[in-house]
């Protein structure tokens, strides 16, 4: 009799490195399980595979340890037995950038390949949710195959758990969904009647849900020890299931039957993000904002600044130090696991989390500053100090600098390369110790001070390169005057805004002629939820800045003009006071809003001092686009969401595990527009937003978060269990200082026609600064070459196609250029201009492996399908 299905039992384990455990805890059982692990399948020829959770930073953990246990790992990778990879750690996808998920995909198949082949699946059994542009990402690395659990459900387009899954570019791969989870196979009971009462409803709903009838049984769990009498339990198994096969199994061999379906199956696109079926939760984009905001950071520091700085290094002849920044790219890669960056962990463990990123800060920062002075040191040597700035996108850029001088002298002039003065306004001025400067300056007895110079001045910036000025002491400079200032309370060519009384913006655009009333109220409102999802109590309470009187004052410069907004909210001090409508907690507020006199940007930073426990601070920005639907940037393109979510409607009553809230993440920018206008938001880490107002039309940005215990049952947007387990995590109410920033951009056209990607970047990617003098506290000596004091590397337009990455290549003398079309739609054509002879060109994988057919010339790729990214290698002459 032909079987009703084929289970395949597949040993495994999920391995959190740290969750409500710390690392090292992790690892100590670690140390026990693989043991187990390595010796049962050295000495059991039944026992063929063992899956080791797709993430090599597991081996990392245990090699540190077990070294000598190397050739032991190798050897079951190389016979099959071990499988490994493709990950270095379990990454989130809606959170962190696709060059994080790229680089985690690229060390973790890089450290597989030293031990045999890594497992090519895209295997994501516990992340909360998947990106839309994982097949893309997939396909970068060869990867045809993806498993997961959470986020799918049959409003998608199937009901079955089997489909082709496509990005936005037509990447496509095979998916495979687990439906009742990774862990169904768990500590199976060897009895019938345990056997039954696990099983019988899980066969139903895994072969109802099937088109292959090849059910996947993953005999395995979180920090699970493999299971010694897994034989004895199959034999139970065909003993009472005997109109089903039972076999030890590897996935590929599932999937092997899923491809031989391929023209059955339904073909799906979009991101998987729904909580029917399985808990995703869509607001853990905000749980510990302060850790959130610092991914972000470190995230653009290396990619958008320090690989670009090293790739010009690396051209003018320096050494691109990848040991290094594969050291700083792990140290990130281990806090993007989805429990470690959604937040969702004990307090001891966010702790471990944020020294990951201060560490990988400080050596990105050090790692920049010293490409910098390598550069400038080198150039031919002047009487005057040298201040050069680097830009590092891929255009030339006007921009606001605001930087600083140090200098031996009471006044100063600036002047460029052909000996022209620059002007400059000074900000700020302090005498500082010439220790401070340089140790042994003191040492030898010279005690005269350092005047420390805050200067502004506005520079037209070459393309992916620097420039640089030159400073002369004991001359007078070419300082400019503060301009005259309007009735406004700031204004430029693009804006007028004005404060209205209750403390919000009236923002002018002169262009288009609209109006963006009421901009920056702040909604203070209660959180009842857990570090995994928001949820508001059931007697809400929302308190609004307006209700609070303010300060306001106003900075002109020569530039730029700054406004400084100060307030008090009274808060709630935690929720019984809330639903008491008493407040001895408060929030203070102190916003800056920025409008430099050329720029299209209106640029706020906030200081937050939070006082009060559950709550969730947002930020309105009011448009008037009456919206059915947002766009929001995600890894290599962008997402067209609806700004509400049907399912909203009957929720519960479909049996939902949590609500559907149209809640979203972006990346770094969003954008309301209607066709002929726009506003975009751009965010350095706050990265959740809603759509909110009568006509929603209202960018609701989410702040923070202020929840104290890791897990909760029963909130009002996720009814039943508590996620995780009910810890108290005192920090994540994060009480104290929190320091958030975002900007605003009107815009004109499309937003792919404005160039809101490339804004948004060049936002986040700041000029950088040197200032070389006759003194440093390190020294270093020159190299045998001379490098030029101005400099660009490559050009591109600066709308349209997107950079994403410029590195050295992993294994050659090469370059690596990767650029994407943003836009979901239209097809776009891309020009990359390089200043030096381009000796080859040649496309690649995100891999970096070349791909087989080549037929396009140097620095020209003809068509980047909508959201697809193209990855291109580029050996140029660097010879003198």
């Not at 997961?148 to 899954?165: A, I, K, M, Q, Y």
């Not at 530039?559 to 809330?578: D, G, V």
Request: proline share 5%; with cysteine; hydrophobic share 40%.
């Amino acid at each position: 009799m032909k079987a009703v299905s084929r289970v395949h039992i597949t040993p495994h384990m999920h391995w959190d490195r740290e969750w409500y455990f710390t690392t090292e805890e992790s690892r100590i059982l670690l140390i026990n399980n693989m043991e187990e692990i390595l010796a049962r399948l050295e000495c059991d020829a039944e026992y063929k595979y063992y899956v080791l959770d797709g993430q090599t930073a597991v081996l990392e953990d245990y090699f540190a340890i077990k070294p000598e246990n190397k050739p032991r790992v190798k050897a079951l990778v190389e016979a099959g037995k071990l499988i490994i990879g493709p990950w270095y750690t379990q990454t989130d996808t809606t959170v962190v950038s696709g060059e994080s998920i790229v680089r985690n995909l690229m060390y973790g198949m890089r450290d597989c390949l030293a031990f045999g082949e890594p497992m090519k699946i895209g295997y994501l059994p516990d992340s909360f949710g998947m990106s839309a542009q994982l097949p893309h990402i997939f396909n970068g690395f060869g990867i045809k195959r993806a498993m997961f659990w959470r986020g799918c459900s049959e409003r998608h387009g199937t009901d079955r758990t089997e489909f082709l899954w496509q990005s936005n570019d037509g990447s496509e791969v095979v998916a495979q969904v687990l439906p009742l989870g990774y862990a169904i196979g768990k500590y199976l009971p060897e009895d019938e009647a345990g056997l039954r009462k696990r099983l019988d409803s899980y066969f139903e709903v895994l072969e109802n849900a099937s088109a292959t009838q090849e059910i996947l049984l993953p005999n395995g769990h979180d920090q699970m020890p493999l299971q010694q009498n897994i034989f004895a339990v199959i034999d139970k198994l065909r003993e009472i299931y005997s109109q089903r096969e039972f076999v030890i199994s590897r996935y590929e061999e599932v999937f092997e039957k899923i491809e031989a379906l391929r023209g059955k199956l339904a073909t799906l696109k979009g991101e998987f993000i729904d909580g029917k079926y399985m808990r995703v939760h869509r607001t853990i984009g905000s749980t510990r904002m302060d850790i959130k905001i610092a991914h972000a950071q470190i995230e653009n520091k290396i990619v958008n600044i320090l690989e670009p700085l090293a790739s010009i290094a690396w051209s003018l002849g320096f050494e691109y130090h990848h040991g290094l920044l594969e050291k700083m790219w792990k140290e990130i890669l281990k806090n993007h696991a989805h429990d470690s960056i959604g937040c969702c962990c004990s307090d001891k463990v966010h702790q471990e989390v944020m020294n990951r990123f201060v560490l990988a800060d400080d050596m990105a920062e050090n790692l920049i500053r010293f490409y910098m002075r390598k550069i400038v040191d080198n150039m031919p040597a002047t009487e005057a100090d040298k201040l050069t700035f680097f830009n590092m996108m891929p255009y030339p850029r006007e921009e606001v600098l605001n930087t600083t001088l140090r200098i031996r002298a009471r006044e100063f002039s600036l002047k460029d390369a052909q000996g022209n003065e620059v002007e400059y306004f000074i900000r700020d001025a302090r005498e500082i110790d010439p220790g401070l400067v340089d140790r042994q300056i003191v040492h030898y007895g010279n005690y005269d001070p350092f005047m420390e110079y805050d200067i502004q001045l506005n520079q037209v910036l070459p393309a992916m390169g620097y420039c640089t000025l030159y400073v002369e002491g004991k001359k007078p400079g070419r300082q400019r005057a503060i301009p005259e200032r309007t009735d406004a309370l700031l204004e430029n060519a693009f804006y007028r805004i004005d404060l209205n009384s209750n403390g919000t913006l009236r923002i002018s655009d002169k262009q288009s002629g609209l109006n963006y009333d009421q901009v920056l109220q702040l909604e203070d409102g209660s959180d009842d939820g857990d570090e995994y999802d928001y949820s508001p109590a059931k007697a809400e309470w929302l308190i609004y800045s307006t209700a609070s009187a303010h300060m306001c004052e106003v900075k002109h410069e020569a530039w730029q003009s700054t406004a400084t907004l100060k307030l008090r909210m009274a808060l709630p001090a935690h929720l019984q006071q809330r639903a008491e409508r008493k407040t001895s907690g408060y929030l203070d507020v102190e916003c800056h809003i920025t409008l430099a006199h050329h720029s299209r940007r209106i640029d706020i930073e906030m200081q937050l001092d939070n006082q009060a426990d559950d709550h969730r601070l947002r930020v309105f920005i009011p448009t008037p686009f009456a919206s059915t639907t947002v766009l929001a940037d995600n890894q290599f393109g962008t997402i067209t969401r609806p700004v509400e979510d049907t399912a909203m409607q009957n929720w519960q009553e479909d049996g939902w595990k949590e609500a559907p809230i149209p809640v979203w993440n972006l990346l770094n920018y969003a954008a309301l527009h209607d066709g002929k206008n726009g506003m975009a938001l751009f965010t350095d880490g706050l990265r959740e937003f809603e759509i909110i107002g009568e006509k929603k039309e209202t960018f609701a940005l989410t702040l923070f978060r202020s929840i104290g215990v890791l897990g909760k049952e029963e909130l009002l947007l996720r009814p039943g269990r508590p996620s995780g387990i009910k810890l108290p995590t005192p920090n994540s109410q994060l009480r104290g200082k929190l320091h958030c920033r975002f900007s605003l951009m009107a815009f004109s056209g499309s937003p792919t026609t404005a160039g809101v990607a490339q804004h948004a970047r060049a936002w986040l990617t700041p000029i950088q600064s040197y200032n070389k003098i006759p003194f440093d506290a390190m020294k270093l000596n020159r190299a045998n070459f001379e490098t030029p004091g101005t400099f660009s590397l490559l050009t591109m337009p600066s709308v349209g196609c997107m950079l994403s990455v410029l590195k050295k290549a992993e294994d050659r003398d090469e370059l690596i250029v990767r650029v994407y079309n943003p836009d979901e739609q239209q097809n776009v054509e891309g020009m990359i201009a390089c200043s030096m002879p381009v000796v080859s060109w040649r496309e690649t994988g995100m891999d970096e492996n070349l791909l087989p057919q080549q037929s396009e010339r140097a620095g020209e790729f003809a068509v980047v399908r909508p959201c697809q990214s193209r990855t291109f290698s580029l050996a140029v002459d660097r010879s003198r």
